[in-house]
């Protein structure tokens, strides 16, 4: 029985190419300007001196932004460069500079699990923050009413198993009665070791070359969110 569903975001609710090529290139060009205006702020500089300490003890903020640039170009998935993220993208969101798009099939069937009644939650490397703002400025609108919760990296990493037990702990749930939706089969895997239900979700436009037999690791594999069968 699926009690709960708990979906990543990049890949599976939406493209792979929406954050690689419009929300990561925008927070690289925001961030000095960013900084400049806003590093006193405590929600800010607790992070910015995070980073200072981990690299090294930098003491100008130029040089703890130039370190947040190439944590960005190598997709570097760091708790206080996604919370720097989320605050850059949270004023272009504001400022409708974009929107998340969000897959076609993805919007309609996650309004029918809601209806459901069947709590659904994001766990997503992306800080809290920025996930929020994915979805409440989405190009289908503001989805955030749908979900009940959401989790980022500072619950662990997303390919080590402790991570989703823990989110299980904090959903208040068995494991076998979450179902994890991800693109990621590492991800999955780490899921399944905890005892959740998995589904790799396997998009023809972000995976051109599709996984399916060892290489889905033996996870149900669907192409489309319409094609997820739940044991309700």
């Known amino acids: 029985m699926t009690r709960a569903i708990l979906t990543d975001i990049e890949g599976t609710t939406s493209s792979i190419s929406f954050v690689r090529d419009v929300l990561f290139p925008y927070a690289r060009r925001a961030l000095p300007g960013f900084v ?5 702020e405590p929600q800010v500089r607790q992070w910015l001196d995070a980073v200072a300490t981990e690299a090294g003890g930098l003491c100008q903020d130029d040089m703890i932004v130039e370190t ?25 969101y ?8 969000i897959y076609p099939d993805a ?3 996650l309004q029918r699990w809601h209806a459901l009644g069947l709590p659904l939650y994001v766990y997503s490397s992306g800080s809290v923050p920025a996930q929020k703002l994915f979805f409440g400025h989405s190009d289908a609108g503001d989805l955030t009413g749908l979900f009940s919760g959401w989790f980022d990296t500072e619950v662990g990493g997303k390919r080590e198993a402790d991570s989703y037990a823990r989110i299980v702990g904090a959903i208040g749930l068995a494991p076998h009665e979450v179902l994890f939706l991800s693109d990621v089969v590492e991800e999955l895997d780490a899921a399944r070791t905890a005892g959740m239900q998995t589904v790799l979700v396997d998009r023809p436009a972000d995976y051109p070359e ?4 060892e290489a889905a690791h033996g996870h149900t594999r669907v192409a489309s ?3 997820i069968e739940l044991p309700l």
């Open 68 to 92: 947040l640039q190439g944590w960005i170009d190598q997709d570097r998935k760091h708790t206080a460069l996604k919370a720097l993220q989320g605050l850059v993208w949270e004023a272009g």
């Open 225 to 227: 969110f319409l094609d």
């Open 210 to 213: 599709s996984r399916q037999g």
């Open 107 to 109: 919007v309609p069937t």
């Open 94 to 101: 504001r400022s409708a500079d974009f929107t998340a798009p």
């Open 36 to 40: 400049r205006a806003h590093a006193q």
